[in-house]
C-alpha cells in the first residue's frame, strides 16, 4: 500500500498547501508561477488534488486551466515522501480532472532539478528543447490599482516614448541619465551608479517637459502620479496637502511624481510670506522621505529655474538639473514630419523647420492642427479631397506667434550655464 491517498482540494486545505509550498524546494531558483498565483487559483477552484497521509497534508498539485490548455502551476512534496511516486499519482490525479474540463494539453514551466521534474517525465511530460522563456515584470500588483484610482495615478503606455518625435538629445539625455539606470538597476550597481530618484526639468514653455515625465513612466511601466498644487491647498492647507500625498504614495512599491510648475511651491523664501516659507520646508522635508526608497522618481518641472529656492536645487536632493529647450532644425523635421505623415502631404520639410526657428512643439502642434482643419473644411465644401500645400503651412507659421521669444531663449542659455546639471 502507498501509504497516502490522493483526494480533491478543499478550502480548509489551504493553509497546509501554503506551508507545503515552503517546504518543498529543492533548488535556489525562483518558481515561474509565484505563491500568490497558485493561491488565486485555488481561490478561484481550478483544479488542485493532495497527498495526505495520517491525516497531514503531505503532497499537492495544483493547476489552472485557460480554455484547451491548463498549467501546472506547483508540485509540492514534502521532504520524507519524495522518491516514492507520490509526484506521478498526484500528476495523473490532475491530469484527470484537466480532462474532464476540456483540456487538450497540459504544460508547465519550472528550473531544472526543481521538486516534480522526475514525476513529469514519470506521468508522460516532455521537455520541449530549444525554447527560451520570457517574462516581463509588471511594476503595478492589483492591490495598487485600487490606491491608484483614488490617488488619480495612470500608468502612461509604454509606446509614448517612440511617439515623442525630435528632441532627439534631449531623449538621449533623459535615456542615458534616468531610463538606463532605472531598468537596469544590477548592472548600475556593478559600475557604482545610483539609480535617479529626483530630477528637475526646465525650458521655456511648451517644450514637452510635462510629456517627457509621462514618456518616462511608460518606459519603466511605473504608475504616473502629478501632485496640482492647486487641488492640495484645499485639503487644509498646502503643507498639509504635500505631507499627506506624500505620505500616500509610500504605499506604493513604484512610482513616478511629477510637479508641474513647481516654483508655485519652491519659490525663493527670502521673498515669500511665513506661511510659504512653511510649504517650502515642508515639500524639502517630503523628498529627503521619498529618497528613502528605491523604485520611486519624482521629476518637478519649470519653466523658471532661476526663481527655485536655492536649498530645493541642492545636491543630495535631486539627482540631475536637465534642460529641455526648443527643438534645434533637426528636431523641427522630425516634429513636421510626424504631423504631415498624418495629413497626407508631400511638402517642403526643411523649409517649414527653416519658418519654424524657436517654434517649441506645442507650437508646431498648433500649426500643423491649423492646416489641418482648413484643409478638412475644404474637402467638406467642395466634396474633393483636399491636400495642403507647403505655402499653406508657411502662411499658417507665419501667423503663429513662437512661444519662445530672443530674450527667452538668451535666458534659457544662460540659466544651462547657471543652473544645468546633466
Known amino acids: 500500500m502507498a501509504g497516502w ?14 506551508r507545503l509550498d515552503a517546504e518543498s524546494g529543492t533548488t535556489d531558483a525562483p518558481a515561474v508561477f509565484g505563491l500568490s498565483d497558485v493561491v488565486a487559483a485555488l481561490h478561484a477552484l481550478h483544479p488542485c488534488v493532495v497527498a495526505v497521509a495520517d491525516g497531514h497534508l503531505v503532497g499537492a498539485a495544483v493547476g489552472r486551466v485557460e480554455g484547451d490548455r491548463a498549467w501546472v502551476l506547483r508540485i509540492c512534496l514534502h521532504p520524507a515522501w519524495r522518491n516514492l511516486g507520490m509526484g506521478t499519482e498526484l500528476l495523473s490525479a490532475l491530469e484527470h480532472r484537466m480532462q474532464g474540463a476540456g483540456v487538450r494539453t497540459l504544460a508547465t514551466v519550472l528550473p531544472p532539478d526543481e521538486t ?23 511594476a503595478v500588483t492589483a492591490q495598487d490599482v485600487v490606491l491608484l484610482a483614488s490617488l488619480g495615478a495612470l500608468v502612461p503606455p509604454s509606446g509614448l516614448w517612440r511617439r515623442l518625435a525630435g528632441m532627439s538629445a534631449e531623449k538621449r539625455l533623459i535615456e542615458r541619465r534616468l531610463v538606463l539606470p532605472l531598468t537596469h538597476p544590477e548592472l548600475a550597481a556593478q559600475h557604482g551608479v545610483e539609480p535617479p530618484q529626483a530630477v528637475v526639468l ?22 504616473f502620479m502629478e501632485l ?27 512610482v513616478l511624481v511629477f510637479i508641474d510648475e513647481v516654483e508655485e511651491v519652491a519659490g525663493l523664501r527670502s521673498e515669500a510670506d511665513p506661511a510659504f516659507v512653511g510649504v517650502v520646508n515642508e515639500l524639502l522635508k517630503s523628498i529627503v522621505r521619498f529618497r528613502d526608497r528605491d523604485g520611486r522618481l519624482l521629476v518637478c518641472a519649470t519653466n523658471n529655474v532661476a526663481a527655485l529656492d536655492p536649498a530645493f536645487l541642492r545636491h ?62 475644404l474637402t467638406m465644401d467642395t466634396g474633393r479631397r483636399a491636400r495642403p500645400t507647403t505655402e499653406d503651412y508657411l502662411a499658417t507659421t507665419r501667423r503663429t506667434r513662437p512661444t519662445v521669444t530672443d530674450e527667452m531663449a538668451v535666458e534659457f542659455a544662460d540659466h544651462t550655464v547657471r543652473f544645468g546639471r546633466t
Open 116 to 138: 516534480g521534474a522526475t514525476a513529469l517525465r514519470n506521468a508522460g511530460f516532455r521537455p520541449r528543447e530549444g525554447l527560451t522563456y520570457f517574462e516581463k515584470a509588471q
Open 228 to 254: 496640482f498644487p492647486s487641488r492640495l491647498a484645499l485639503e487644509g492647507g498646502l503643507a498639509g496637502g504635500l505631507s499627506r500625498r506624500f505620505g500616500e504614495v509610500e504605499q506604493l512599491d513604484h
Open 202 to 223: 526646465f525650458g521655456p514653455p511648451g517644450t514637452g517637459k510635462s510629456t517627457f515625465a509621462q514618456a518616462v513612466a511608460g518606459r519603466l511601466g511605473w504608475p
Open 5 to 18: 491517498h490522493v483526494r480533491d482540494f478543499t478550502p480548509d486545505d489551504l493553509e497546509a498547501v501554503v
Open 316 to 377: 543630495g536632493r535631486f539627482d540631475y538639473v536637465l534642460p529641455i529647450g526648443p527643438p534645434d532644425h533637426e528636431a523641427r523635421c522630425a516634429l513636421w514630419s510626424s504631423y504631415l505623415a498624418r495629413a497626407g502631404a508631400e511638402v517642403d520639410v526643411a523649409a517649414l523647420a527653416d519658418a519654424s526657428d524657436g517654434f517649441t512643439p506645442a507650437d508646431i502642434a498648433q500649426a500643423a492642427r491649423t492646416v489641418a482643419q482648413a484643409t478638412f473644411e
